[in-house]
Structure formats: structure tokens, C-alpha cells
């Protein structure tokens, strides 16, 4: 029954995307709490803010007279780790902050971070890819919290125009793609030339970053892999994507396809005029799905919290990973459930009732991989094998230049010949 009430409260909140509100409610709520423990984020807006929101408004009035948590967002996620940094200097860290395995890895270096089963948060059952990714020295440092996998999006009403099935396979996505490209006179497949959309095909080709216990961004596979996103550019059927996000430029051409988060399900839906499907990964073979990469973050308790403030989060913890939340917050975005248990709760079976798109997600998170785990994952990530994707696809660089020279970049820096 508290439940229910509490889903039909989450839901209108969503439906009528009353962020504003949502905001003075929980400022509200800390204004007469003893104790007030930030977690700063990194949504911005849209679905998984408002789904937060939500999960914090019902958390706190369950823990009315004790604590209460103060969602704070700071950006974006290289937004939320550079203030983190920050607050790290002026001795001003929040409780909890949302956190990707490789920041998590930095902020270890400093000794800022709590293992969170120390402080009595139970990770039982949680589905043990995401938890293996924040452990490190055999100690869980995070809780997955929201986490994406990659899915293909398609324009369902373009592929019924011309007949097309939704392809299984690369060499199928090619020649579809390329098939309705040329009949529509402009590209379909849509990607944003970045490490998330190469690291798709990477992965599906078989790359792998660490190879001996060295990073490798110049391999085989990973120069196939942009081969394909240049090529698709070169041969008509790509469009490389280099401002905003993929839902954000609809309307500026024939969107066909996109290799994109499940987390940005509620985005697409809001601005698609068309029917939008969604399905797992082409794979290289098709038997089964090709890989997706694993995004989206955890939440991390700071050691500087005081222990009022640590009970105050072990308790968020816990409540934000069971099957009744992670079913909430799963259907109200497209991230995976971190809790396999909330597939089975009814809310959750109500929504894949009531779209069936949401399956795909499922399915996509049994054939999905990780990026590295090291501190300067995100330095590397963004500006050296992103940039270097970014000048190959602009045709900037061939695909060999930029990736032996970000090759050469990332031993610099991995030796601490520059920074
Ligand atoms: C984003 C970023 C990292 C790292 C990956 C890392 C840092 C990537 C990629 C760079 O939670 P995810 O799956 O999706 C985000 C979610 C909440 O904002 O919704 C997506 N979104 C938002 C607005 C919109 O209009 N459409 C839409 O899809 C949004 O992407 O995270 C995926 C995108 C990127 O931020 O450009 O994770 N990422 N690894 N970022 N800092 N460090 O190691």
C-alpha cells in the first residue's frame, strides 16, 4: 500500500516533469531535518533527474525527525568529477556524489572514499557485473546506482517503408543502413563520433583496451572499428553528430539508426515524431547481440561525511537498490535494473506489458563490457582517444595518425611524461 501510493506520487511528479517543485519539496523537507546529507549528480534534467527526485522525496519522508538527502546537481559528469576535484582542495566534499569505476579509482588514490559494506550497506543480489567493476583491493567502493547499456535505436516507420527487418548483425546494419541512406538521398545511420560510439564497435569486433597489463588504443580492432565510423561518413550512410545529443538534432535529416544509451530512452521518446524502436546490438555474428558499453554511475559515500551523515547514506543505499526502487527508476528511464529482482516486481512487469522496448534493455545487459578502470580513464577517454576518433571521422587525421598518436599520448601519459 506505501508503495503504491508513493509509485502513483512518483508518477504524476514525472508526468507533469515538475523538476521545479520536486526541488522546494526536498528543500523543504532538509530545512527541518537534523541532519542533511548531500549527493551531488550529475542529471541535468529530463527523466533520471526527476526519477531521482522522486526516490529522494519518498526516502526522506520515510525519515522524517532523522536526516534527510540534499540532491545537488553539478553539471554534467566531467562537470560533477571537476567540482568533486575541487571540493577535494577547499576540504568541502558533499556525502555522496554519483561516480564513474575509473573516478572512483582517482579518488581512492586520496583515500577519500568509504567501502560501503563497512558502513552496513547489504549488496546481496545485486547483479554481480556492475558490483565487480567497484571493487577494488577485494573492497566494494560504490553502489551502482544508475547504469546504462548501450541499445540500437531505429526509426520503426522508415524500415516499414522500405520493407527492412531490424538488422542482427554488422554486416546487416551495414547494408541496411546503407540501402536506406541511398534511397532516402541522405545517411540514417546517426552516431556521435566519441569513445561511447566507437567503444561499441570495438567491443563487438572483439577489442579489448588492456592487452598484458598495458592500455592499447592502436590495435587491429580498434582501428577497424573507426574504419567503419569513417568509412560510414565517406560512403554516404553515417552522419557524425558533433553538437548535442543524438535526440537533440531529430528533424535535421532522415534518422534511421543509433548505437546510443538506454539511458537516453526518455529523451527519444519525447522527441521522436516517429515510432521509435528499440533492439539489442548488432553482433558481429547472429547468434548473439554485439557488445554494449557499460555507462552511467554508482554512488560513492566520502570519508570526510560524518557519522551522522554515513548512517543518513548507508540508509539511501540501501533503499535505492531495492527491487521496488530499481523497478521505479528502471522503468522511468531505460537504465538497468542494478537489482535483477525488480524484473520481477509488477510495476516493472506492467511497463514491458506496456512496451515492449524496454525488453531489449534487459537483454542488452548480458552482452556488455567495460572501459578501463584506471584513474586516467576519463583524461584519455575524452582527450586523447576522443579527440583522436573525432579528427579521423572529421577527416582531420586517417585512422592510422590518429590512433598511433593517441597511442603515443597515452603512454606519455600513463609514464607521467606529460599530464
Ligand atoms: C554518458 C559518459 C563518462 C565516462 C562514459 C567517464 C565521464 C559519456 C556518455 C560521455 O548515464 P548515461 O548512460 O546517459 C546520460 C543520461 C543522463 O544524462 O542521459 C543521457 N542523455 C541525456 C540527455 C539527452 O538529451 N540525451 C541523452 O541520451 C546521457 O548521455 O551516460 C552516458 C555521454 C557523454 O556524457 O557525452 O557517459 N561517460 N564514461 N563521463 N565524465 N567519465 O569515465
Known sequence: MRVKRWLLTALLLLGFGLAQKADEVIKAQCAKAPVVAELWHAFRGGAPRAALENIVIEFNRRHEGEYCIR??????????????????????????????????????????????????????GLNPIFLNAVRFGGLVYGVPFNKSVQVLYYNRDLLRKYGASVPKTIDAFIATAKT?????????????????????????????YMKDGKLVVNSPEAKAALKILVDSVKEGWGKAITSGYINQNFGKGTYGFSTDTSAGYKYYQRAAKFDLGLATLPGK?????????????????????????????????????????????????????VNPKAIEMPEMQERLMEDPNLEAVLKQANYAKYEPQIPQWEQIRFDILGQAITEAVLGKASVDEALDRAQQLVDKLLSGQIR
Open 180 to 208: 536506406l541512406s541511398e534511397k532516402e538521398g541522405n545517411p540514417v545511420y546517426w552516431f556521435r563520433p566519441d569513445t561511447s560510439t566507437f567503444g561499441y564497435w570495438f567491443f563487438t569486433l572483439g577489442g579489448e
Open 285 to 337: 555474428t547472429a547468434d548473439r547481440p554485439g557488445y554494449a558499453v557499460v555507462q552511467g554511475t554508482n554512488l560513492i559515500v566520502f570519508r570526510s561525511a560524518s557519522e551522522a551523515q554515513k548512517k543518513a547514506a548507508a540508509a539511501f543505499l540501501n533503499f535505492v537498490v531495492t527491487p521496488e526502487v530499481q523497478a521505479i527508476f528502471s522503468a522511468a528511464t531505460g537504465y538497468v535494473p
Open 71 to 124: 540532491p545537488i546537481n553539478q553539471g554534467g559528469y566531467r562537470d560533477l568529477s571537476t567540482k568533486i576535484k575541487a571540493a577535494f582542495a577547499a576540504g568541502k566534499l558533499p556525502t555522496m556524489a554519483q561516480a564513474y569505476e575509473n573516478q572512483i579509482a582517482l579518488y581512492l588514490q586520496a583515500d577519500a572514499v568509504v567501502p560501503v559494506q563497512a558502513l552496513g550497506v547489504n549488496l546481496e
